[in-house]
């Protein structure tokens, strides 16, 4: 059975650097856009962006400026780190499993369980 | 830009539910819905407006195009209580509506 898992600080300060990485255990890494999407009880979900399995990446143009993403296929990890976080950065953080299905229709079969993220000093 | 509605509402056990998702320009049928139970992640329920994710029992259907979309629960279930969101994958940001939060009475 295929898992997700979040791991990372659960405390950023301001101006600082939010680092997330998502363990992907028991199934194949290949073949899936491996997505972040974060949850504020204001602005409800909100997609971040993905990294395919080979390495290329799609973001969202409100956050891009300040993210990196990266994959180690070797340990079936993704990582994210968002640079310059200010409060509006607290959220529940997701990783999950994108699957493009025929007729390019995207979905997310997959979920982490989230991590809260509090931006504070 | 993704619209629900309603935001929230209560309904008995074994009533039909009915939930609306309208998006500011057509995106043809690239419409999910996904099921947030209290404390849990997500979990997809239909695809491309209309798919049934498989495991999911068949009370739950999708249907619209365009720029409308409903999402029926029929024979509503105790387990049913959650918060449901609707999801375009037409273009990239992709966007979630901002939920609808389901009650039994």
């Known amino acids: 059975q295929v898992q997700l898992q979040e791991s990372g600080p659960g405390l950023v300060k301001p101006s600082e650097t939010l680092s997330l990485t998502c363990t992907v255990s028991g199934g194949s890494f290949s073949s899936y856009y491996w997505t972040w999407i974060r949850q504020t009880p204001g602005q409800g979900l909100e997609w971040i962006g993905y990294?395919?399995?080979?390495?290329?990446?799609n973001s969202n143009p409100s956050l891009e400026s300040r993210l990196t993403f990266s994959v180690d296929t070797s340990k079936t990890q993704f990582s994210l780190k968002l640079r310059s976080v200010t409060a509006a950065d607290t959220a529940v953080y997701y990783c999950?499993?994108?699957?493009?299905?025929?007729?390019?229709?995207?979905?997310?079969?997959?979920w982490g369980r989230g991590t809260l993220v509090t931006v504070s000093s | 830009q993704m619209t629900q509605s309603p935001s929230s509402l209560s309904a008995s056990v074994g009533d039909r539910v009915t939930i609306s998702c309208r998006a500011s320009q057509n995106i043809d049928l690239f419409l999910n819905w996904y099921q947030q139970r209290p404390g849990k992640a997500p979990k997809v329920l239909i695809y491309a407006a209309s798919t049934l994710q498989s495991g999911v029992p068949s009370r739950f259907s999708g249907s619209g195009s365009g720029t409308e979309f409903t999402l029926t629960i029929r024979n509503l279930q105790p387990e049913d209580i959650a918060t449901y969101f609707c999801q375009q994958t037409y273009n990239f940001p992709q966007t979630f509506g901002l939920g609808t939060k389901v009650e039994v009475k």
């Open positions: 990294i395919y399995y080979v390495g290329s990446t």
């Open positions: 999950a499993r994108g699957i493009a299905a025929p007729g390019k229709h995207w979905y997310f079969d997959l």
